[in-house]
Nanobody
Framework: QVQLVESGGGLVQAGGSLRLSCAASGRTFSSYAMGWFRQAPGKEREFVAAISRSGGNTYYVDSVKGRFTISRDNAKNTVYLRMNSLKPEDTAVYYC?????????????WGQGTQVTVSS
């Protein structure tokens, strides 16, 4: 069993930055590919970014490429999402996810979510 706890969300002005963190319990963190999803009001949850077990491979949805960076620290059991040049359309609840593959085709564990609000 893995528990994921996100933090770092908040209210920021357009053009600003935030760094989300997702701390995982357990000793098997490095055996999971990790990812971030988001869900805006009235919309379906969408993929944002993914990182492989070692951190050597990363993937992003086109809308955040060049602005967001996913990283992980396996020694700290933590995955991060650095978000720069934030836009109002980035407003959503952001969820951390753990999967067996970087494709995140099957998510085994979800965090509870952290709210990100970007004002114009």
């Amino acid at each position: 069993q893995v528990q994921l706890v996100e933090s770092g969300g908040g209210l920021v002005q357009a053009g600003g930055s935030l760094r989300l963190s997702c701390a995982a319990s357990g000793r098997t963190f490095s055996s999971y590919a990790m990812g971030w999803f988001r869900q805006a009001p009235g919309k379906e949850r969408e993929f944002v970014a993914a990182i492989s077990r070692s951190g050597g491979n990363t993937y992003y949805v086109d809308s955040v490429k060049g602005r967001f960076t996913i990283s992980r620290d396996n020694a700290k059991n933590t995955v991060y999402l650095r978000m720069n040049s934030l836009k109002p359309e980035d407003t959503a609840v952001y969820y951390c996810a753990a999967s067996s593959t970087v494709a995140l085709s099957t998510v085994y564990y979800w965090g509870q979510g952290t709210q990100v609000t970007v004002s114009s």
